[in-house]
């Protein structure tokens, strides 16, 4: 688990296919490597990767087939930045919110705009993930924990202020570029509870304003 509080950012080194799937190479910058061992987790850009090498400067991570396909991760090239969070501790401060490091989706930055000393931007999320996100609530943006502070359909708004456009790749954000999402993991087992037995049958699309109605979650 992570806190989607971003603690340094990296640079991706080299990306070697190996049988169909990546192995990455990451270097960590003012990351604190000195309690990291072999396969413990790092976040990054969201993405929950598992130190397979330990080379000094960073980590080599093998990238299955199930994260290039969920995940912005294709669009890495040598020279890339990305945020970087280590595994949540015990002891840890959670300052952000839950986290698992497992992308839900690809969400594509729309527009960028000045808003004071802060930069507002608009997201649009995959349609499947749009019920999940709501007015006030978290979501995580390539490993940020984020607040949503509007929304209008699968497309969501962001304030950023300076301090986090600092210390994350989100001052380098412009229109058209794909982010990594993860939405709330709160809201996904509250739907999988509402199912009831259901969830037990093949093949459930999920709830449905039809299912909300049915079982008096809505005015019919």
């Not at 192995?23 to 490597?33: A, F, S, W």
């Not at 992308?103 to 999940?132: C, H, M, S, W």
């Not at 995580?140 to 607040?147: A, F, I, N, P, Q």
Request: negative net charge; contains cysteine; aromatic residues 4%.
């Amino acid at each position: 688990m992570f806190t989607g509080l971003i603690e340094a950012i990296g640079q991706v080194r080299t990306l070697t296919p190996r049988g169909g799937d990546l192995r990455v190479l990451v270097e960590t910058g003012k990351l604190d490597l000195s309690d990291v061992k072999l396969g413990d987790s790092i976040a990054v850009n969201g993405v929950c990767l598992t130190a397979v090498e330990l080379p000094g400067n960073g980590f080599w991570a093998d990238v299955s087939l199930e994260t290039i396909a969920r995940s912005a991760f294709v669009d890495l090239k040598p020279g890339a930045r990305v945020n970087l969070e280590k595994a949540l501790l015990p002891t840890s401060r959670l300052g952000g919110h839950l986290v698992s490091g497992h992308v839900d989706g690809v969400g594509e930055i729309v527009k960028r705009a000045d808003n004071a000393r802060a930069i507002q931007f608009t997201v649009r999320a995959p349609g499947d993930l749009a019920r999940y996100i709501a007015l006030k609530g978290s979501i995580t943006v390539d490993g940020t924990s984020l607040t949503v502070n509007a929304v209008n359909g699968a497309e969501f708004e962001l304030t950023i202020v300076p301090h986090t456009l600092s210390e994350t790749i989100m001052g380098d954000y412009h229109a058209g570029r794909r982010v990594n999402l993860e939405v709330d993991v709160l809201a996904r087992y509250i739907e999988r509870l509402l199912l009831g037995e259901r969830a037990a049958e093949p093949n459930t699309s999920g709830i449905s304003e039809h299912f909300l109605a049915e079982h008096g979650y809505l005015n019919r």
